[in-house]
Structures are given as structure tokens and as C-alpha cells.
């Protein structure tokens, strides 16, 4: 498999997606999702260019930091347990994660004690699945209004995983609905609030994602081929 051959078609759809949308390539991220990749294969995408790297476990993602350049920015994109929270602030560009003001709460007392601020965006479980993290669309303006009172915290905007299906388009409405929270959002003007970013879009629905206002897709597979979960 060839990172470079890879890599190069994720831009290359990721442009057409933003051209067919009338947006400028530079309103989105790409964040490459790295979780189970080897540091190697980091270091091989790192060098086409990227700079944004996505993980979904603190362990791992404290490893790959140790070792990788330094002006990569991290994103914690998978679940965080409170008792985590420690080893990561001060450490991440953006915490997509945050689905409770529990862990809201941690984050902001680990980034005082750091004297840091914490860029976060709020997870909204927008197709209600039982299976997922993230707080659901009829809450996530009060977690908010909570959480904005939290003087280490940013909060940047919303993050959704939409559901997994075979056809993109199953998913428009998702991020329609999604786009529209953020907006609804934003009129509300609350203090240490913006809804800049939307982080939404995975390797099965990226372009649909753009086409509906993302302006942050997390691609694992389509960049670093198939996950093994298997392997040690
Ligand atoms: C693994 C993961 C991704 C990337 O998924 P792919 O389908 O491999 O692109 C994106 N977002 C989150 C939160 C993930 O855990």
C-alpha cells in the first residue's frame, strides 16, 4: 500500500468536494487519523505534508508525541476517561471529545493547575445511537451554557461520527442537522464560544461532510489503509 498514492487522492477528493461546494480548500483540515499506525507511517505522511494528526487513546497518543516533530498538532478524537484527562492537557491542539460537564470540569481543573486554556469541541451524538459517545442535540446547548463558565476552556465547536453506511448520502441529513445546532448556536452569543469549527466527515463520507459545511474531516482508513486491531 502507498501512503504517498493515498494521501494524494484524500486532497485530491477533499479539493473537488470544497470546489463543487464553492469553498476554498483552506476552510478545511484534514486531520490524518493515526490510531494503531506505526510511528514510521506517521513519519511517511508527515513528510507529504500534514500536520494534523488524529488519536483515539491517551497512551498511544503521549507515545507518538515522544517521538514525533514537534510542530504536529494532535487531536484527541476518541472517548476520555476523567482519570486521563492529566497526561494530555497542555499536550493537544484540540479535544474533540468533550460530552459532559463531568469531563469538562476535569479538563478545566488539570488546564488551571497547567495555567493553560483547553481548546475543546462539544461531541453531539446526532443520530442518537446507542453505541456512541456524545451528548444529544436537545442537551448540548445547556452542557454548553455550563461549560462556558469554565475559564480554561475554549469551546471551539461541535463534533459529530455519524453513522457507519454504505452510502454517503445517508448521512447528508446528519450533517445538515448538525451545521444547523452549530448555527443555532452561535446566535445564542455566549461568552468563550465560537462555533468555527465542525469536525465531521470519517474516510466513508468526507465529501458529503464538506459539501455540508465541515470545516474539520478525520481521515483514518483512506489515508493508512485498514485498521488491525488484531495484531500486538
Ligand atoms: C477512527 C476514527 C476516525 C477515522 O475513521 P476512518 O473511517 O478510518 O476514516 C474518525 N473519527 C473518529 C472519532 C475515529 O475514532
Same mark, same amino acid.
Given at each position: 500500500?502507498?501512503?504517498?498514492?493515498?494521501?494524494?487522492?484524500?486532497?485530491?477528493? /477533499?479539493?473537488?468536494?470544497?470546489?463543487?461546494?464553492? &469553498?476554498?480548500?483552506?476552510?478545511?483540515?484534514?486531520? %490524518?487519523? !493515526?490510531?494503531?499506525?506505526?510511528?514510521?507511517?506517521l @513519519?511517511?505522511?508527515?513528510?507529504?505534508?500534514p500536520?494534523?494528526?488524529?488519536? +483515539?487513546?491517551?497512551?498511544?497518543?503521549c507515545?507518538?508525541?515522544e #517521538?514525533? *516533530?514537534?510542530?504536529? &498538532?494532535?487531536?484527541?478524537?476518541?472517548?476520555?476517561?476523567?482519570?486521563?484527562?492529566?497526561?494530555?492537557?497542555? @499536550?493537544?491542539?484540540?479535544?474533540? !471529545?468533550?460530552?459532559?460537564?463531568?469531563?469538562?470540569?476535569?479538563?478545566?481543573?488539570?488546564?488551571?493547575?497547567?495555567?493553560?486554556?483547553? +481548546?475543546?469541541? /462539544?461531541?453531539v451524538?446526532?443520530?442518537?445511537?446507542? !453505541?456512541?459517545?456524545?451528548?444529544?442535540? =436537545?442537551?448540548?446547548? !445547556?452542557?454548553? &451554557?455550563?461549560?462556558?463558565?469554565? *475559564?480554561?476552556? &475554549?469551546?471551539?465547536?461541535?463534533?459529530?461520527?455519524?453513522?457507519?453506511?454504505?452510502? *454517503?448520502?445517508?448521512?447528508?441529513?446528519?450533517?445538515?442537522?448538525?451545521?444547523q445546532? %452549530? #448555527?443555532?448556536?452561535?446566535?445564542?452569543? /455566549?461568552?468563550?464560544?465560537?462555533?468555527?469549527?465542525?469536525?465531521?466527515g470519517?474516510?466513508?463520507?468526507?465529501?458529503?461532510?464538506?459539501? =455540508?459545511?465541515?470545516?474539520?474531516?478525520?481521515?483514518?482508513?483512506?489515508?493508512?489503509? =485498514?485498521?488491525?486491531?488484531?495484531?500486538?
Amino acid at each position: 500500500m502507498d501512503l504517498k498514492t493515498n494521501f494524494e487522492q484524500v486532497e485530491e477528493n /477533499i479539493r473537488k468536494a470544497c470546489e463543487k461546494a464553492g &469553498r476554498d480548500r483552506s476552510e478545511v483540515t484534514l486531520i %490524518s487519523v !493515526s490510531k494503531t499506525k506505526p510511528v514510521e507511517m506517521l @513519519k511517511t505522511v508527515y513528510d507529504l505534508g500534514p500536520r494534523d494528526f488524529g488519536e +483515539n487513546k491517551v497512551q498511544e497518543m503521549c507515545e507518538k508525541i515522544e #517521538v514525533l *516533530p514537534k510542530d504536529i &498538532r494532535w487531536h484527541m478524537i476518541g472517548h476520555l476517561q476523567t482519570n486521563k484527562v492529566k497526561y494530555i492537557v497542555g @499536550k493537544t491542539e484540540l479535544i474533540h !471529545s468533550v460530552d459532559s460537564i463531568h469531563l469538562a470540569k476535569e479538563i478545566e481543573k488539570q488546564a488551571a493547575k497547567q495555567n493553560v486554556t483547553v +481548546n475543546v469541541l /462539544i461531541e453531539v451524538n446526532i443520530a442518537e445511537e446507542e !453505541s456512541k459517545f456524545g451528548i444529544h442535540k =436537545e442537551e448540548t446547548l !445547556s452542557l454548553i &451554557r455550563e461549560a462556558a463558565a469554565l *475559564p480554561h476552556i &475554549r469551546i471551539k465547536g461541535l463534533m459529530t461520527i455519524a453513522p457507519f453506511v454504505e452510502n *454517503p448520502e445517508d448521512n447528508r441529513t446528519y450533517f445538515k442537522q448538525i451545521r444547523q445546532l %452549530s #448555527v443555532d448556536i452561535k446566535a445564542q452569543n /455566549i461568552d468563550n464560544v465560537s462555533m468555527d469549527i465542525l469536525s465531521m466527515g470519517m474516510t466513508g463520507d468526507y465529501m458529503v461532510a464538506i459539501e =455540508e459545511g465541515a470545516t474539520m474531516v478525520r481521515v483514518g482508513t483512506g489515508i493508512f489503509g =485498514e485498521r488491525n486491531y488484531n495484531k500486538q
